[in-house]
């Protein structure tokens, strides 16, 4: 079953609305957990790194301030597409994961992603 | 050059064909490698590590040359579930970190 999941599935919805993306884990804490963005035909690329009590760590070209990452506990991490614009539509994936517990098996488990469409 | 290569295909096969895909990773001080597999408009589920040593799960088998920098993937016996986008997967954080970049995959079609 899963160990990860992710919320809300498909989002369509009009430029300059802000879309916020849930990530669970469950069964497990997660500390850290990982926010990714697929194009089409492209591979998945790493956004931003969210660390639980902390600021998250952004990769190179990603605006912090147009992605807004809160890791408030150790199961939820939310992602925040703020202003979106169609440019922003893509397929956003989550991962976690389970430094010790008994799914520390994978280096990391993924969400279901959500597929994201902005009008 | 991109940190992880793959051939992005599509590898059209008949069933029973035996398929192999080939990934190449720019960084040596890369810690240790994955084989996923996507399907599409699906999250990436892990398929299998790779060692030094190579290993088998199956029709599948993994092979890693360090010195080469070069990654493969065998399949055996192809299914038609077999069907979907392999990804190359390499973990460059030493000390327990967990930064995982991903090649943009290799399409295969499995066919009657």
């Known amino acids: 079953g899963a160990v990860v999941s992710q919320h809300p599935s498909w989002v369509i919805c009009k430029s300059g609305t802000s879309v916020k993306i849930e990530c669970r884990s469950l069964?497990?804490?997660?500390?850290?957990m990982f926010w990714y963005r697929q194009f089409p035909k492209q591979s998945l690329m790493l956004m931003a790194t969210?660390?639980?009590?902390?600021?998250?760590?952004?990769e190179q070209g990603v605006e912090k301030d147009k992605f807004l990452i809160n890791h408030a506990s150790l199961t939820l991490s939310t992602l925040t597409v703020t202003s979106a614009h169609p440019e922003d539509s893509s397929f956003y994936i989550c991962?976690?994961?389970?430094?010790?517990?008994?799914?520390?098996?994978?280096?990391?488990?993924f969400g279901d992603g959500t597929r994201l469409s902005i009008l | 050059r991109k940190e992880v290569e793959q051939d992005p295909g599509p590898f059209n096969v008949p069933e029973g064909a035996t398929v192999a895909f080939n990934c190449t990773y720019s960084?040596?001080?890369?810690?240790?490698f994955f084989w996923y597999r996507q399907d599409c408009r699906k999250e990436p589920k892990l398929l299998m590590s790779?060692?030094?040593s190579g290993n088998e799960d199956g029709r599948f088998t993994a092979q890693l040359n360090r010195a080469s920098q070069y990654i493969s993937l065998l399949i055996r016996d192809s299914k038609l579930s077999d069907s979907a986008t392999y990804l190359c997967?390499?973990?460059?954080?030493?000390?327990?970190?967990?930064?995982?970049?991903f090649g943009t995959g290799t399409q295969l079609k499995v066919e009657l």
């Open positions: 991962s976690a994961r389970d430094f010790e517990g008994i799914y520390s098996n994978q280096p990391q488990h």
């Open positions: 069964d497990f804490q997660a500390t850290t």
């Open positions: 969210s660390n639980e009590g902390s600021k998250a760590t952004y």
């Open positions: 960084n040596s001080a890369s810690q240790s």
């Open positions: 790779v060692y030094s």
């Open positions: 997967v390499v973990n460059n954080q030493a000390g327990g970190g967990n930064k995982l970049t």
